[in-house]
């Protein structure tokens, strides 16, 4: 689908800037970046609203160790995720797996990598 918007010159400096040093294909690939990673936070809010819902449903109210637990909860996965990946990591370089890199290539390479995932599971017919 092609979408025309109209942004201000500081707006479309700022986009231009973010596309090239975020390491984005364009300024689309970008702002769909923006896009997906604004539709992923809604849906943890949402869970997270869920799971208050529910206990405020069974206990009559929510405290903030119910808010924190909530949080630590939802981002969990996320979180597991990020430290198999560390883990990996960590292993391949205690087996001499690695290369000198920049912290730009590694920006560039993680973008690189969420887009990926961001596109199979858009193929997969999987939330992104």
């Known amino acids: 689908m092609k979408l025309n918007i109209e942004i201000d010159d500081s707006l479309k400096a ?6 090239v040093e975020g390491g984005y294909g364009s300024q689309a690939h970008y702002i769909q970046s923006l896009i ?3 539709r992923e936070r809604l849906a943890e809010q949402a869970l997270e609203q869920k799971l208050l819902l529910e206990i405020a449903h069974a206990k009559g109210d929510v405290t903030d160790e119910d808010h ?3 949080r630590r ?12 990946m560390l ?3 960590i ?3 205690d087996r001499g797996e690695f290369v000198e890199f920049t912290a ?8 690189e990598m969420l887009a990926r995932r961001k596109g199979k599971g858009k193929k997969d017919g ?3």
Do not use: C, K, N
């Open 91 to 93: 292993e391949q370089a």
């Open 87 to 89: 883990h990996e990591g």
């Open 14 to 19: 700022f986009l231009e800037q973010q596309a």
């Open 126 to 128: 999987e939330a992104a």
């Open 36 to 38: 997906e990673d604004d």
């Open 68 to 70: 924190d637990r909530v």
């Open 104 to 111: 730009e290539d590694i920006m560039r390479e993680g973008r």
């Open 73 to 84: 909860q939802v981002s969990e996965p996320r979180l597991r995720e990020l430290r198999e």
